[in-house]
């Protein structure tokens, strides 16, 4: 999977809900196996976890967390080739949604990886809330099976874990505007706030590839270790085999104007 990043990905843009950013881009990203693992969450709890500064993102006036596990390939920044043991990597992020103006967006409240040098170079270029993580992922009768265990902060204090396996049901497709799936995926940037300034990367890929998914989650405290209570609710599933993208440089937003280079 190493080195087939595709060239046509800036040519998709039919889709985009504003246009690409006018700057060249910086790294690219090729994700593989993605599970979209969704909840429903009490608003009022999520507001209190979610910078004052960032409004939520709402659907029919609920609030969603989700619990995304995937393996990467092509992490990569411009001009650089993708390199063995350097470029591929799982990761696992734990996330709600917020907009500002007319870009709605992505909220990590973690991200958890298996290459130390991605957690370290993420968190001290972008801000963004890395941790490592022993992460394994095997495939075996259709089935992605997925561990990963971030150790636990203080001695009395749990290990952060997510331990099940998942795999696709249906046929691929891409999520139609106003459906719920659609809030859910296609989004075009993140957000973070350092410092009580917004900040905002945006990112380009093809419309995602949705099929259903169907999970089995043994153990999963990834929720919890951000403040966040998921319901006893089975979670809502979909799963993508694959998707490519790449990433602008991030910029500092002010409300009412135009975002500026950080």
């Not at 190493?2 to 060239?7: K, L, M």
């Not at 859910?184 to 990367?201: A, I, M």
Request: proline letters at 9%; one cysteine or more; hydrophobic letters at 45%.
């Amino acid at each position: 999977m190493q080195n087939d990043f595709p060239s046509d990905v800036l040519s998709i843009t039919a889709h985009r809900p504003w246009p690409l950013p006018h700057e060249p881009w910086l790294m690219t990203q090729s994700w593989h196996d993605v599970l979209f693992a969704h909840w429903p969450v009490d608003i009022a709890e999520l507001r209190e976890l979610v910078p004052a500064e960032l409004p939520l993102d709402l659907f029919e006036g609920r609030a969603y967390a989700g619990v995304v596990p995937f393996d990467m390939t092509n992490v990569a920044p411009r001009f650089v080739p993708a390199l063995p043991l350097v470029s591929a990597f799982p990761e696992l992020n734990v996330r709600t949604y917020v907009t500002i103006g007319d870009k709605p967006g992505v909220y990590f409240f973690s991200l958890d990886a298996e290459s130390l040098l991605a957690v370290t170079t993420a968190r001290a270029l972008l801000g963004l809330p890395y941790f490592h993580a022993a992460m394994d992922v095997r495939r075996s009768d259709g089935w992605v099976h997925y561990n990963s265990s971030r150790a636990a902060s203080s001695a009395d204090a749990p290990a952060v874990e997510f331990t099940g396996r998942y795999r696709a049901v249906g046929e691929p497709h891409a999520p139609a505007a106003g459906t719920l799936e659609h809030f859910l995926t296609e989004r075009y940037c993140l957000y973070t706030v350092s410092h009580s300034r917004v900040h905002r990367l945006e990112i380009h890929h093809p419309p995602w590839p949705l099929q259903a998914g169907e999970a089995v989650i043994e153990r999963n405290t990834m929720a919890a270790a951000s403040g966040i209570t998921l319901p006893a609710s089975a979670p809502l599933l979909h799963y993508a085999r694959r998707q490519d993208m790449v990433a602008f440089s991030m910029k500092t937003v002010t409300r009412g104007a135009r975002a500026r280079a950080m």
